[in-house]
């Protein structure tokens, strides 16, 4: 069966964007994620948090004692899903965890009074370098801390996997791990086994079920159509003499509409042999 894979976005109507979540997160100590940026996590009573806008990406962590001396939270983020570059060691940090991808920045909060600790790191030549430009903001309130990390502190990435946990300063034990089946709960080195994944223009809301070790699409490319007059045509040829009805072929088409469906949109048509198209009521 001949297959023919065309990735396009649809050309009449639409306007492809950097879709961004639910919204801008204030870095006050007071949580105001919504119920779609919270996540379970490995430890019974402690939610993460994560959400992005077009600026920022935003994270959270609540749990009953985040806020006390000696308490690490964590955050490690890989920028580039399908490339090698990064690390899959964390921080050396009294303890040596395995990562679930090549981590590219890594952020970390210690609770400690009067002299709280934050810094961000960048992985480059085999070492985790340290105090990298942070223009972003943190608080810690009773119980949550909050961070909000500048898309452009770390390369301004459009695709992006997370983990995020906390550990005791001395490495005697590490929770709180979102995703919440990426680790369980105890002392000792941990492999993290699975991760949060977005492509950022994707516009789905942090916690959906998708994000769970999501794929991304490996040099995966679309085009942006002004929902006016732009389109792709494609000549004539030889290859498309032979799609007809005595011939099995594929044809698919990966869309993403912004603006309301007209009455009958197309994606896809050749004259007098097939077309594909949305009509008003479709999703």
């Given amino acids: 069966m001949k297959q023919f894979r065309l990735f396009l976005a649809l050309f009449v109507s639409l306007t492809i964007t950097n879709a961004q979540s639910n919204h801008t997160i204030t870095i006050d100590g007071t949580n105001d994620f919504t119920a779609s940026e919270n996540f379970s996590t490995s430890t019974s009573g402690w939610t993460d948090y994560f959400t992005w806008d077009a600026t920022n990406l935003y994270f959270g962590i609540s749990g009953t004692d985040v806020d006390t001396d000696g308490k690490v939270s964590f955050i490690y983020i890989d920028i580039d899903p399908t490339g090698s570059n990064g690390s ?21 909060y210690k609770a400690q009074s009067g002299a709280d600790y934050w810094n961000l790191r960048n992985y480059s030549g085999g070492a985790w370098l340290a105090d990298q430009t942070f223009n972003g903001s943190v608080s810690l309130g009773s119980d949550f801390l909050e961070v909000s990390i500048p898309k452009a502190d770390i390369g301004t990435p459009t695709e992006i996997k997370i983990v995020i946990f906390v550990q005791n ?3 005697t034990w ?9 680790i369980t709960d105890g002392a000792g080195d941990k492999t993290f086994s699975h991760y949060l994944g977005y492509t950022l223009a ?14 991304m699409r490996k040099n995966s490319a679309y085009l942006s159509f002004d929902g006016t007059d732009d389109y792709v045509r494609y000549a004539n040829d030889a290859t498309l003499q032979r799609m007809d009805a005595a011939t099995n072929y594929t044809i698919e088409a990966w869309i993403y509409p912004t603006n309301a469906v007209d ?5 896809l048509q050749r004259y ?6 949305m009509y008003d009521g479709d999703n």
């Fill in 88 to 108: 899959t060691s964390s921080i050396s940090w009294n303890r040596n965890h395995t990562l679930p991808f090549n981590a590219d920045w890594a952020f970390a």
């Fill in 169 to 171: 300063d001395d490495g």
């Fill in 174 to 182: 590490t929770w709180s791990s979102a995703p919440s089946n990426a």
């Fill in 202 to 215: 994707d516009g789905y809301t942090p916690n959906n079920t998708n994000a769970l070790d999501y794929v």
């Fill in 263 to 267: 009455e009958y949109d197309r994606v």
């Fill in 272 to 277: 007098y042999s097939f077309n594909i198209q």
